[in-house]
């Protein structure tokens, strides 16, 4: 049996393997490690077999894991041995009158959930026992039932599973329910919350998408707060509207509600990833209380009525312009049958001249082009520069301050609803719907912290004691 597949060294290989061995311990030792670089003490995991064959992982007392270079340990000491075996702890998940009814989806993103070491597997908690054992407060809140949908990453998230979510979600308005949460990976939240938004018009309920950056087992886990707060939004908030709900600061103080489409996220790590683009979050919520930050939403109503439209062509993309960019990129689009193009332009909106006879040549197959701005703050203006107005005259249509992947995603429900008619899908797209488009910014829409110039620095000292 090879260093690979023995338990006792599982996913370890090499120097790895040779360096436990010469002290004597296995996976699921509890070691002191003494190394270069000072020493450690925590539970030696497995590790995946396509792993480097160069680290040790450690799982420290605070629950983080750290990985440790084999060259660097000087002695390893077996201090004990406890096999970690996550069990999601699960209650029968009280009832009460007085409380709202909410139906949580499962769509794959695990909100609550524990890291099997054994495995290297997420088992997630999805059951309401479950839920009520590892969030107790949610029975607080409302009386829970959940459903899920699919077991899939969130890049697997896509037309095919849209269509059933806006399904689902519409059976749970009609057989009255007070809210709905969406369970989902955070990777392509804001693409989901874009593509509800269109296809549910008008709901009487809260429909909030919820997920986490850090699992439930490492301290710093934003699964819990995010789940209380969407449930809390879902059950009592104000706001019958497609929302984002995710941390606000990177600290633990509240969650934002953000409009459906107009969040996208922002940070491939932080917890507070997720922001409202070209205007602001719709409100807070922090434990049990709603602040708005808008009044311009829909308010929740007390029907059942809702509009859905399930619909979307899957022959259309978003192209990213870049300097040197070729036509004939945008004439393998054509050629490969793609009814639509979103193009995330420079600028105002532009994209340089080898590009036209392209667009040219696809304005006259039928194509259609829309125009929107990779500095996703700002509007689309193609009647300032000379550029923009050649690029008019070839029938790219401007889309106003839309986000690039909430064109994309309109474009393909506009060309699913309306086939075979141009001329209705451009009604529809330079139309705001749910918030895409808005009449102009607010000043305070706009805002990075550009870290060490004095003005920043000086807010922090005021607000930061």
């Known amino acids: 049996m090879s260093a690979a597949t023995d338990d006792r060294y599982k996913g370890y290989r090499g120097p790895c393997v ?17 190394t270069t670089r000072g020493r450690f003490e925590g539970l030696l995991l497995p590790r995946s077999e396509t792993s480097d064959e160069d680290h040790l992982v450690l799982k420290l007392n605070s629950g983080y894991n750290i990985g440790i270079r084999h060259d660097t340990v000087r002695r390893l000491e077996r201090l004990g041995y406890r096999e970690a075996r996550y069990k999601i702890p699960e209650k029968e998940f009280p009832t009460d009158p007085t409380h709202p009814w909410v139906k949580l989806y499962g769509t794959g993103g695990t909100i609550a959930s524990r890291l099997d070491y054994r495995t290297g597997a997420v088992i997630p908690a999805f059951s309401p026992g479950e839920l009520y054992g590892s969030v107790p407060e949610l029975a607080d809140i409302c009386n829970l039932e959940t459903e899920k949908l699919f077991a899939v990453f969130s890049e697997n998230m896509g037309p095919e599973q849209y269509l059933v979510l806006v399904e689902k979600v519409g059976d749970a308005i009609r057989e009255g329910y007070n809210g709905i949460v969406i369970g989902h990976g955070t990777d392509t939240m804001h693409h989901t919350a874009a593509a509800l938004s269109f296809m549910v018009q008008r709901p009487p309920v809260p429909i909030v998408m919820v997920g986490s950056q850090r699992s439930s087992d490492r301290p710093s886990s934003d699964a819990a707060q995010n789940l209380i707060n969407a449930t809390w939004a879902a059950a009592h908030g104000p706001i019958a509207e497609v929302m984002v709900c995710m941390f606000g600061p990177t600290s633990d103080r509240y969650n934002l509600l953000h409009r459906g489409t107009r969040v996208r996220k922002m940070h491939s790590s932080y917890r507070s990833t997720f922001r409202t683009l070209g205007d602001i979050p719709l409100a807070m919520v922090e434990k049990g209380s709603f602040t708005a930050l808008k009044h311009d939403y829909l308010t929740r109503r007390t029907d059942r009525d809702v509009v859905l439209q399930l619909a979307f062509e899957e022959r259309v993309t978003l192209a990213y312009y870049y300097p040197g960019m070729q036509p004939d990129v945008i004439d393998a689009l054509v050629e490969r049958g793609y009814k639509g193009i979103v193009i995330a332009g420079t600028g105002l909106g532009h994209v340089n001249r080898k590009i036209y006879p392209a667009l040219e040549r696809a304005r006259d197959a039928g194509v259609l082009v829309y125009m929107t701005l990779q500095t996703l703050w700002g509007f689309v203006q193609m ?83």
């Open 18 to 34: 040779e360096l436990m061995k010469r002290f004597d311990v296995t996976v699921w030792c509890e070691v002191r490690a003494d």
């Open 383 to 465: 009647h300032v520069y000379e550029t923009g107005r050649e690029i008019l005259g070839l029938g790219v249509i401007p889309l106003a301050n839309m986000l690039p992947e909430v064109a994309y995603i309109k474009l393909g429900w506009a060309m699913g609803v309306h086939p075979d008619n141009p001329h209705a899908v451009r009604e529809l797209m330079t139309t705001a719907i749910a918030g895409e488009m808005t009449e102009r910014e607010p000043h305070d829409g706009y805002l990075i912290l550009q870290g060490g110039v004095p003005e920043v620095q000086e807010f922090l000292e005021r607000v930061w004691r």
